[in-house]
């Protein structure tokens, strides 16, 4: 696959990711977190906040990956 459709089915999958991702996160901690302390509440959705870049960085990363040469 060229990096240039690497980059373009990449963008569509980050975007779809960080959509379903930002729901469930929020679903979750709805679920979760009512009656817990505003401490509690601030470490997840820090947490929640950046665990969507690891995936991403893979993703990123397999994106810029040079295209083969033949």
């Given at each position: 696959m060229r990096q240039r459709?690497?980059?373009l089915v990449g963008t569509l999958i980050l975007v779809a990711f960080v959509i379903v991702y930002v729901f469930?996160?929020?679903i979750l901690g709805v679920a979760l977190?009512?009656?817990t302390t505003k401490l509690v509440q601030i470490v997840y959705y820090v947490i929640a906040g950046f665990a969507w870049v690891l995936p991403a960085m893979?993703?990123?990363s397999w994106m810029q990956k040079p295209d083969k040469v033949i």
């Amino acid at each position: 696959m060229r990096q240039r459709v690497r980059k373009l089915v990449g963008t569509l999958i980050l975007v779809a990711f960080v959509i379903v991702y930002v729901f469930l996160a929020m679903i979750l901690g709805v679920a979760l977190l009512p009656g817990t302390t505003k401490l509690v509440q601030i470490v997840y959705y820090v947490i929640a906040g950046f665990a969507w870049v690891l995936p991403a960085m893979a993703l990123i990363s397999w994106m810029q990956k040079p295209d083969k040469v033949i």
